[in-house]
């Protein structure tokens, strides 16, 4: 059916280079579904790749957080808990946490803290962590 739209047209317009035309726009499909794999492959290996370094720059903005629990400043003990109480969504990343010690200084953070809002934070990333906390140790046997 196109090509006798283009025979009819070309024959009306007196121009043979109407037939050039379907090629051309069969070429621009190939490109087009060229680019797109093209497209398709580029995210398959980005994905691929973040798949591969998020989980190390995971440990590292963990210990970051349990290192920011032992600044004096509070406003730096604050953003240490928010950031442990994020990072702490399932199991795993919450034993990691508790093996680095963030516990402890959460703990820590309670005593020695001035003001409610650093109080309140510590006890907000506590809580947190508190399921792998007795999964570790029962409650008898805590060191608080």
């Keep these: 059916m196109r090509g006798l739209a283009a025979q009819s047209l070309g024959y009306l317009m007196n121009d043979r280079n109407v037939e050039f035309s379907e090629e051309l726009s069969l070429e621009e ?3 087009r579904k060229v680019g797109w794999l093209l497209k398709l492959i580029f995210a398959g290996t980005a994905t691929a790749v ?12 963990i210990q970051q957080s349990v290192s920011l629990l032992q600044v004096k400043d509070p406003l730096f003990k604050r953003m240490g808990a928010s950031r442990i109480a994020r990072f702490a969504v399932d199991d795993e990343r919450r034993l990691k946490i508790l093996e680095m010690g963030g516990a402890e200084e959460l703990v820590k953070m309670l005593y020695t803290a001035k003001d409610d809002r650093t109080r309140k934070e510590a006890l907000r990333a506590l809580s947190a962590l508190s399921a792998s906390a007795m999964k570790l140790r029962p409650c008898n046997q805590l060191d608080l």
């Design 50 to 61: 973040g798949y591969q370094l998020f989980p190390y720059m995971g440990d590292n903005l």
């Design 29 to 31: 499909q190939a490109e």
